[in-house]
């Protein structure tokens, strides 16, 4: 059973950081596409930074120079650091699995809040 499960958000200031953790379980880490997505009140969910199937890395715009991915394949964790935090970064971020770019996934962890405050 496919399981995503994040840690990590809170509240911070404009300019301030968080890590996003997903732990992850029920399929082979490291030959799926994986990553983080983001929907803030009133929009779309959108993808943030993903690992494709071939281990490429891809971020959005927005996020580019401020968010990292990373994951450790031995504890089955995805990471998202996020610095120089921004308002408009502020929404629920999930964990995803099987994603195909920063499109859209097939799996999904059940989100964690990320609010920044000016």
């Known amino acids: 059973q496919v399981q995503l499960v994040e840690s990590g958000g809170g509240s911070v200031q404009a300019g301030g950081s968080l890590r996003l953790s997903c732990a992850v379980s029920g399929f082979t880490y490291s030959s799926v596409c994986m990553g983080w997505f983001r929907q803030a009140p009133g929009k779309e969910r959108e993808g943030v930074a993903v690992?494709?199937?071939?281990?490429?890395?891809i971020y959005a715009e927005a996020v580019k120079g401020r968010f990292t991915i990373s994951k450790e394949k031995d504890k089955s964790t995805l990471y998202l650091q996020m610095n120089s935090l921004k308002p408009e970064d502020t929404a629920m971020y999930y964990c995803a699995a099987e994603c195909h770019g920063l499109f859209i996934a097939g799996y999904w962890g059940q989100g964690t809040q990320v609010t920044v405050t000016v």
């Open positions: 690992f494709d199937s071939d281990g490429t890395t």
